[in-house]
């Protein structure tokens, strides 16, 4: 690791972590409060993915979609007109609208294999995102003179990487670059996580094998063909499933390449002296 004890974290005059669990654990809110020190440079993979490997796709398929309106496809077609997508930390709804969800058109569903197409798009934009870190710690220092960097992930880091294996291309460079810091929730915090989600269903990224499976299983348990499926129905009924598939992958990326810190500690963060201490205290544990 970066930091291989407490006391090198501590002492250390630059401080580099990458956060990972799933969305709904504080992953964006600790990295939002230490950007906003002013001492840290905050890199969102999300935002990354957003404006720079999928900014096109989104802004085409809005185009598509205007296209089919005579008078913006007018307009469109003599440059009056200008669509592009306006994300930012706070707001990364184009990407999950991009990424859309699978099941009948009328309810605003994808075929499986455009659905397919969108979700092999995301895993290669998150993979050139997470690998673009190291570029960015440098970036953060050079130009803009942050002593300190945070690197806030998406919830399906785990879905492309092998924790187990120690040469993994991505691992490595991450963990050479970053102390990796797990944020562990509890079973109430999964239970508000699906809560939450059933509430308010968004699009996910999810292992191709994972998603193949229960694509499968949800048609044969339902009896329902792929273009009757309710989009929204669909992944609700995944969710869980995919907080289940995650939790065994995020815990190994953890024990090989990290450090754990419980999400009602991170809770308790409301300062860079808060999180400092809160990660000085996951490293004693660690050894």
């Known amino acids: 690791m970066l930091y291989s004890s407490a006391s090198d974290w501590a002492n250390a005059p630059q401080k580099r972590v990458l956060i990972f669990a799933m969305s709904g654990l504080g992953k964006t809110y600790v990295s939002n409060m ?14 990354r993915i957003g404006t720079r490997y999928m900014g096109e796709f989104i802004a085409d398929n809005a185009k598509a979609e205007a296209m089919k309106v005579p008078f913006l496809r007018e307009l469109l077609m ?3 007109i200008h669509i592009g997508s306006n994300i930012t930390f706070d ?10 969800k699978p099941g009948d058109p009328a309810k605003g569903g994808l075929p499986m294999a455009e659905y397919q197409r969108r979700q092999a798009q995301f895993r290669r934009a998150e993979l050139d995102a997470l690998q673009d870190t190291p570029y960015f710690i440098d970036r953060a220092q050079e130009l803009y003179g942050y002593p300190n960097f945070v690197c806030d992930t998406g919830g399906s880091i785990c879905e492309w990487v092998d924790p187990e294996d120690q040469s993994d291309p991505i691992l490595q460079k991450l963990a050479a670059s970053c102390l990796m810091v797990w944020i562990k929730g ?50 609700r009924w995944t969710y869980a499933r995919a907080l289940a598939h995650r939790q065994p992958r995020y815990e190994a990326m953890a024990e090989n390449w990290g450090i754990t810190v419980a999400a009602s500690d991170m809770a308790t963060v409301r300062d ?5 201490a809160v990660i000085e205290r996951a490293l004693e544990m660690r050894v």
């Open 78 to 80: 003599s440059d009056s």
């Open 91 to 100: 707001n990364l709804a184009p990407v999950s609208t991009y990424l859309g």
């Open 34 to 47: 230490l950007r906003e020190t002013g001492d840290w440079f905050h890199y969102s993979i999300d935002y």
């Open 186 to 235: 509890t079973d109430d915090h999964t239970e508000e996580l699906v809560r939450r989600f059933d509430k308010d269903p968004k699009p996910m990224s999810y292992q191709p094998e994972f998603l193949t499976a229960c694509w499968s299983e949800y048609l044969n348990e339902n009896n329902v063909k792929e273009a009757d499926v309710d989009p929204d129905a669909f992944i």
């Open 272 to 276: 860079q002296a808060d999180f400092t």
